[in-house]
């Protein structure tokens, strides 16, 4: 009944196939301000718990793969810059963290220079220095401590060769980072990258004294350059236990409010209890939240008929679609008026219900979320109503030469995630009778449903597919999908439509030169909708994701960013 | 076997079990029939019948049940709960008949053939039995389930599997029944006039062995159903959108505070069948014992057997 987000990202030539569930997964949010105060003014104190499935492993800045610097992780590390921590929308920007700004651009977006803030301090009181952000980016880069995305490899000069610091026999580190004093750094690209700001945000831009590297055994006490520091880390990340860092200092941290003297983050919980206990509300369960456990629809009808309850519910959205995905190599998808009566003919109100209803998706007929900051442009090219258009779809069936109708298959998984599950299936299989097409499913076991929808070779004609981003923007949206280059013939392909269009490739580097984020917002969702009407795809829905809180539980603040409650807001007293 | 019929008849509760075991035999035959008759089938949607709002649940009390829809609609779907109960009834039973015709067949042939074949072929299909008896029979089932192409139909493959997978038991019965036969004279002359093994196997043994036969059969249709209602809870059942109890049952599952009758439905109609056919079951092995009605009124001062 739980919904993970998996940011899946192409991977380097590693060939590692690269398929995670970040830590960013999904929400929570009142939608008016009576949740918001919880009946009283946040104060200072309390011990928060935060009740979750996936346990932190590896709780390694270097290792973690993170959106945003993720939940848990960004109380314990502060990065160069950080996601905005207010509710909706404005919560889907880029702010300053460690850096005084979001960094100064070369003018062709390929020289990134950022100037730490005053009076910075890790948690023995140490100050924070660029070159301990330089040697925490340059450990990323170690065989042993993999686990982060592959854009610092893919972006920086040299960053395709570089072994990490323990193999560096030069002891210079990576040449493209500089560090002319204390408090600068500047990077070096190797291509125009306007976007560089959100990528800041990950862990992997966290300070790291070379003098406290313990290399793998780092993770089991990471050094705290934010307000609270791990004191205990039992089962590899299972149950962590943080408490405050003294030399923390709100006053260089406009983002993070710290109110809980304590945070008992408690893991490997089944999501069904995870909701039973926080819907009961008991002893240290009142001041409970979960940062990676939604409603599903059965517990959804249940907390909706309870006044109480509800109040207790928050609403997120994250920058996330599922959608029908075509391979144009198997007959007979090859065919643009095939796919085209596929898109008319699909009912998205039952694909919604089977997805839990209008209160857990959005019906989607663009591939970009429906979010600003990710260009949300508006277009439905192959309008199917609310509930399908078989006449429209029988015609261009027709036209495309079958006359009798047709007989395809449809792949989706076995997994009860209610995205690429077989209750999607069976709705579309409905849906496309209708128009005289005879859906027959393939239903494959989790990890086989992965390798094959990524394979180049083995890829299904037809099948249920599913992006996030890893950072809202159209660029990790559009790009590892539709950009030719990015088709990786043996190793995780995400280009699951072989598009390999010039115009599209060359709009992409040109938006990727644009260090206005809003103007290469708009450009970002201009070519969603060009590329949209190759029909390659079918938008289904985007989720909306539900999450209960402790009745305790103040301050609730769920951005777009990452559609979870921030528990750096949250106060229990 | 007038006699047994008799002794059947005597047994009250074997007699309402046969009768509910006849009536769902029934409702799986006629199904298409009933189906018609409420005006509704098991594959269509009925958005407007459901609250997407909250979650999917069905409008209206008890899950949705209404002239049209006699026992409700399914959350997330609308679609018609009697008309997938029905036809769960034919993929659930179906498929525990053919199974359990399979473990007979398998069961029998190699029980007989080791029990009567000289010591090599004892030695091979009573260690071949030891080895089904103690696989897991569910890991066994889910492997055989993922070898198999995709285009063999599920419910004869489900039937197959079980089938090939559980007939140790059986076969067990079988020839330890058989052993014991062989002493026999009647077997022993058969043997010294110079009849073939399947001569006897055919004339002398099956007879025999069909008491035991019957009654494990009888026991072994429940425990079918169970296990292709755990395989398609497992997903690798039926597929949908053919319904089945055991699917059903997985999709109810977190159901059961918002939407209860989805689950007891399908649920009750397991509980009934295994229940019914249970008790048939061990009704059939008393009438087939020659020696029940004797053991049974041992001491309990009823003297019907002194009438007959």
């Given amino acids: ?573 | 076997m007038t006699i047994f019929w008799r002794r059947l008849r005597e047994q009250r509760a074997a007699l309402v079990a046969a009768a509910v075991v006849a009536l769902l035999a029934l409702v799986a035959l006629a199904a298409p029939l009933l189906t018609v008759l409420e005006g509704q089938d098991p594959t269509t949607y009925h958005p407007d019948l459901i609250d997407s709002a909250r979650g999917g649940v069905p409008v209206g009390p008890f899950g949705g049940i209404s002239g049209e829809h006699w026992l409700g609609v399914e959350p997330q779907t609308g679609r018609d709960l009697f008309a997938r109960l029905v036809y769960g009834a034919r993929v659930s039973l179906g498929v525990a008949l053919a199974a359990t015709v399979v473990q007979v067949a398998v069961g029998v042939a190699v029980g007989i053939a080791a029990g009567f074949g000289n010591r090599w072929v004892d030695q091979v299909l009573s260690r071949a039995t030891d080895v089904i008896v103690a696989l897991p029979l569910m890991v066994l089932a889910l492997a055989l389930m993922a070898v198999v192409p995709d285009g063999f139909p599920r419910p004869v493959l489900v039937a197959l599997v079980i089938g090939l997978v559980a007939w140790g038991n059986m076969a067990k019965i079988v020839r330890a029944r058989t052993v014991t036969l062989k002493e026999l004279d009647h077997v022993a002359a058969a043997r010294l006039s110079g009849w073939g093994p399947v001569h006897i196997a055919r004339r002398e043994l099956l007879p025999a062995l069909a008491a035991p036969v019957i009654t494990y059969a009888a026991l072994l249709v429940p425990t079918n159903i169970t296990v292709e209602a755990a395989l398609s809870f497992l997903g690798v059942g039926v597929k949908p959108p053919t319904p089945s109890w055991g699917q059903m049952l997985t999709a109810a599952d977190v159901w059961y505070q918002a939407a209860p009758q989805y689950l007891l439905l399908p649920a009750g109609a397991l509980f009934v069948t295994v229940l019914a056919l249970t008790v048939l079951g061990d009704g059939v092995r008393t009438a087939l014992d020659p020696r029940a009605a004797s053991r049974l009124r041992v001491g309990t001062g009823r003297k019907r057997e002194a009438r007959a």
């Fill in chain 1, 1 to 573: 009944m739980s919904r993970s987000s998996v940011i899946a990202r192409r991977v380097a030539a590693t060939s590692v196939s690269l398929v995670l569930v970040s830590g960013a997964a999904a929400c929570a949010g009142p939608k008016d301000n009576d949740a918001r105060s919880g009946g009283g003014k946040s104060a200072k104190g309390g011990t928060l718990t935060v009740l979750n499935r996936d346990p932190h492993t590896d709780f390694d800045p270097a290792r973690l793969y993170t959106s945003g610097g993720g939940n848990v992780p960004s109380l314990v590390f502060r990065t160069l810059t950080t996601r905005n921590r207010e509710d909706g929308a404005k919560g889907a920007e880029v702010v300053p963290d460690l850096a005084t700004d979001l960094g100064k651009p070369s003018k062709n977006a390929t020289v990134w220079t950022y100037t730490l803030k005053k009076g910075l301090k890790y948690e023995d009181g140490t100050p924070i220095t660029s070159a301990d952000v330089k040697y925490g980016i340059e450990r990323s880069f170690a065989a042993e401590l993999s686990g982060g995305a592959p854009y610092l490899r893919d972006w920086l000069i040299g960053g395709d060769k570089y072994q990490g610091p323990y193999k560096d026999k030069s002891g210079k580190g990576l040449a493209s980072i500089e560090t002319p004093d204390e408090r600068t750094i500047v990077f070096h690209l190797n291509k125009p990258e306007g976007e560089f700001p959100y990528l800041a945000t990950q862990t992997q831009f966290t300070p790291v004294p070379k003098s406290k590297d313990k290399g793998t055994k780092y993770e089991e006490h990471p050094l705290s350059s934010g307000p609270y520091k791990v004191v205990k880390n039992e089962n590899d990340g299972e149950r962590l236990r943080l408490e405050r860092n003294p030399h923390w200092s709100a006053e260089t941290d406009e983002e993070r409010k710290a109110y809980p003297d304590v945070i008992d983050v408690r893991s490997g919980l089944d999501s069904s209890v995870i909701n039973q206990r926080l819907s009961a509300s008991q002893g240290a369960d009142a001041a409970a939240v979960t940062t990676d456990t939604n409603l599903g629809p059965a517990e959804l009808a249940k907390v909706a008929g309870d006044k109480e309850l509800a109040s207790h519910v928050g609403t997120g959205h994250f920058g996330y679609t599922n959608y029908l995905a075509f391979n144009p190599k198997v007959k007979p998808f090859d065919d643009p008026k095939v796919r085209q009566a596929i898109s008319y003919a699909v009912d998205r109100s039952s694909v919604v219900n089977a997805a839990g209803g209008s209160s857990l998706a959005e019906p989607a007929t663009t591939y970009l979320p429906n979010q600003k900051s990710f260009g949300y442009t508006k277009y439905d090219h192959f309008p199917a109503g609310p509930n399908g258009n078989p006449k429209k779809a029988r015609e261009l069936l027709k036209k495309a030469g079958h006359k009798n109708g047709l007989t395809i298959t449809l792949t989706h998984s076995n997994a009860k995630d209610f995205e690429t599950s077989p209750e999607i299936a069976t709705a579309i299989q409905d849906a496309l009778k209708k128009a005289g097409i005879t859906v027959k499913l393939q239903g494959l076991e989790e990890n086989d449903y992965n390798d094959k929808t990524h394979s180049a070779k083995d890829e299904p004609g037809l099948f249920l597919a599913h992006w996030g981003a890893d950072w809202p923007s159209g660029g990790p949206f559009l790009a590892p999908i539709f950009d030719g280059r990015q088709i990786v013939k043996d190793g995780a392909n995400f280009n699951s439509g072989f598009l390999n269009d010039k115009s599209v490739n060359d709009e992409i580097d040109e938006i990727n030169k644009l260090t206005d984020l809003d103007a290469a917002a708009v450009r970002w969702g201009a070519l969603d909708k060009k590329i949209g009407e190759k029909a390659l795809t079918v938008p289904l829905f985007h989720p909306v994701y539900k999450r209960l809180y402790g009745k305790d539980v103040k301050n609730v603040v769920v951005s777009d960013w990452t559609g979870v409650l921030d528990v750096s807001q949250v106060a229990v007293k």
